[in-house]
């Protein structure tokens, strides 16, 4: 075992970030990906002089390793990670890696849903606020590789599941919780209490002088709460109760009370509206205001956001039927706020890789708002068994193009069609990126 060795599993964006950050602090790098490496990421490599291998683990390589990154899509149960264990090696997170190396207030944000929407919200709101800010994680640039390359002095990172699951010392001076409902549990035996201790994982190392904001709405983040020993701050935030510290509704008013600190602002002026919106917005302005920005900078850019790219946006109308791309609504909780925003009959694209999905709480809604169901995935027999008896008309695609062909000939004036997925991407597309542009192309081609 080489004490100053790194090994990098995984040739994606993590995992090329960690490698430039490992040289750059003295490391031996090497990049081993099982799968095919990207020549752009290739390119970045051969640039820094850095080892790699692709299509291919080779154990004596990666098992003389002092430490290992592991990419957060490569499961803990596959053959060359259990060696790993076997054998006592560490394994950590690109955020675990990166956070050891910089001195910036870190923003963390986890939660099944919102995150992306809560982290993009905050990052606008700093930017605007002229602060030196970069937005990581679980989107946009590798986290480690702008710790390598930028003086940044604030990370709001988006943190899933997966990432969290590799971290040990990480500590955000702000954590925030969005929300709880099962996800990913292919990945957790099936036990939703696994995820949730996962998702908990960004508070374990917080002190008196850092911060957690969660929904107090949320029965599960409550019941966790009650059960385990937080040492930071608890600022709640809630659309059903008046709180004395927090953020709350009253008279279409957004209130929140820090550190005897009051901000308020009507929530008719949001740029986002819908009830989880308003949440999301809740838990941004809290953020932002723990941390001194001004209350008229805050509300200025919550009135000017506009949503982020594959989260229920509108792409087009042709023949007055509306195309909306929610390719971000990877599991059920999301697709389900999606379908209660639909006002008019639905066509509904769903399907991809199921991650111990149960639709039952959607029957009702599929029930109400959908007129006809698209599957798009290289299995769809789960979905046909859920929505067969709940909808008149189904129909089984393999391809994006094939699929939003289908919606157009099912579709009347008035109607939606919404590709809301509930499921992740990777049977036939290389991430909901891939999937939402490719459904925002076809609707453009018809």
């Given at each position: 075992?080489?004490?100053?060795?790194?090994?990098?599993?995984?040739g994606?964006?993590?995992?090329?970030?960690?490698?430039?950050?490992?040289k750059?602090?003295?490391?031996?790098?090497?990049?081993?990906?099982?799968?095919?490496?990207?020549?752009?990421?290739?390119?970045?490599?051969?640039?820094?002089?850095?080892?790699?291998?692709?299509?291919?683990?080779?154990?004596?390589?990666?098992?003389?390793?002092?430490?290992?990154?592991?990419?957060?899509?490569?499961?803990?149960?596959?053959?060359?990670?259990?060696?790993?264990?076997?054998?006592?090696?560490?394994?950590?997170?690109?955020?675990?890696?990166?956070?050891?190396?910089?001195?910036?207030?870190?923003?963390?944000?986890?939660?099944?849903?919102?995150?992306?929407?809560?982290a993009?919200?905050?990052?606008?709101i700093?930017k605007?606020?002229?602060?030196?800010?970069?937005?990581?994680?679980?989107?946009?640039?590798?986290?480690?590789?702008?710790?390598?390359?930028?003086?940044?002095?604030?990370?709001?990172?988006?943190?899933?599941?997966?990432q969290?699951?590799?971290?040990?010392?990480?500590a955000?001076?702000?954590?925030?919780?969005?929300?709880?409902?099962?996800?990913?549990?292919?990945?957790?035996?099936?036990?939703?209490?696994?995820?949730?201790?996962?998702?908990?994982?960004?508070?374990?190392?917080?002190?008196?002088?850092?911060?957690?904001?969660?929904?107090?709405?949320?029965?599960?983040?409550?019941?966790?709460?009650?059960?385990?020993t937080?040492?930071?701050q608890?600022?709640?935030?809630?659309?059903?109760?008046?709180?004395?510290?927090?953020?709350?509704?009253?008279?279409?008013?957004?209130?929140?009370?820090?550190?005897?600190?009051?901000?308020?602002?009507?929530?008719?002026?949001?740029?986002?509206?819908?009830?989880?919106?308003?949440?999301?917005?809740?838990?941004?302005?809290?953020?932002?205001?723990?941390?001194?920005?001004?209350?008229?900078?805050?509300?200025?850019?919550?009135?000017?956001?506009?949503?982020?790219?594959?989260?229920?946006?509108?792409?087009?109308?042709?023949?007055?039927?509306?195309y909306?791309?929610?390719s971000?609504?990877?599991?059920?909780?999301?697709t389900?706020?999606?379908?209660?925003?639909?006002?008019?009959?639905?066509?509904?694209?769903?399907?991809?890789?199921?991650?111990?999905?149960?639709?039952?709480?959607?029957?009702?809604?599929?029930?109400?708002?959908?007129?006809?169901?698209?599957?798009?995935?290289v299995?769809n027999?789960?979905?046909?068994?859920?929505?067969?008896?709940?909808?008149?008309?189904?129909?089984?695609?393999?391809?994006?193009?094939?699929?939003?062909?289908?919606?157009?000939?099912?579709?009347?004036?008035?109607?939606?069609?919404?590709?809301?997925?509930?499921?992740?991407?990777?049977?036939?597309?290389?991430?909901?990126?891939?999937?939402?542009?490719?459904?925002?192309?076809?609707?453009?081609?018809?």
């Amino acid at each position: 075992m080489k004490k100053n060795k790194i090994v990098i599993l995984g040739g994606g964006e993590s995992g090329i970030g960690t490698a430039i950050l490992g040289k750059k602090e003295g490391f031996e790098v090497f990049v081993s990906d099982y799968g095919k490496i990207k020549k752009k990421y290739k390119q970045v490599l051969l640039h820094y002089e850095i080892n790699w291998e692709e299509e291919a683990h080779s154990e004596t390589e990666i098992l003389s390793a002092g430490i290992v990154m592991k990419s957060p899509g490569i499961p803990e149960n596959t053959p060359i990670v259990l060696k790993l264990k076997k054998k006592g090696i560490r394994i950590v997170s690109e955020i675990e890696f990166a956070a050891t190396y910089t001195s910036a207030t870190l923003i963390g944000i986890t939660g099944s849903n919102g995150k992306t929407t809560v982290a993009t919200m905050i990052h606008k709101i700093l930017k605007d606020a002229g602060n030196n800010v970069a937005l990581a994680g679980n989107i946009g640039k590798s986290f480690a590789e702008l710790v390598a390359t930028k003086d940044i002095n604030q990370f709001v990172l988006e943190l899933s599941s997966f990432q969290l699951d590799g971290t040990y010392n990480f500590a955000p001076h702000i954590a925030i919780l969005t929300n709880l409902s099962p996800d990913h549990l292919d990945r957790y035996d099936n036990d939703y209490e696994k995820y949730i201790a996962s998702k908990f994982k960004i508070v374990m190392n917080q002190t008196s002088d850092d911060y957690f904001i969660y929904d107090a709405d949320d029965l599960m983040i409550n019941k966790w709460i009650s059960n385990t020993t937080i040492k930071s701050q608890l600022i709640p935030f809630s659309l059903q109760k008046e709180l004395k510290k927090g953020a709350y509704i009253k008279n279409n008013e957004l209130i929140i009370t820090t550190n005897n600190n009051t901000f308020t602002m009507s929530i008719t002026k949001l740029g986002q509206q819908g009830q989880h919106n308003i949440k999301n917005a809740m838990a941004a302005s809290t953020a932002s205001t723990l941390l001194n920005i001004r209350k008229a900078t805050i509300r200025r850019s919550l009135e000017n956001f506009q949503g982020v790219e594959h989260r229920l946006e509108n792409v087009l109308k042709i023949n007055n039927v509306r195309y909306i791309n929610d390719s971000k609504g990877t599991n059920v909780n999301a697709t389900f706020y999606a379908l209660d925003s639909m006002e008019a009959s639905t066509v509904w694209i769903v399907g991809g890789v199921d991650k111990g999905n149960d639709y039952s709480e959607l029957f009702a809604l599929v029930n109400e708002k959908v007129k006809a169901i698209i599957c798009l995935g290289v299995d769809n027999e789960k979905i046909i068994k859920a929505f067969g008896n709940v909808v008149d008309i189904m129909v089984e695609t393999h391809s994006m193009e094939d699929a939003v062909k289908v919606a157009y000939r099912l579709s009347k004036k008035g109607d939606n069609v919404l590709l809301s997925p509930a499921c992740a991407s990777f049977d036939l597309f290389e991430n909901y990126e891939d999937r939402g542009r490719q459904f925002k192309n076809a609707v453009r081609n018809l």
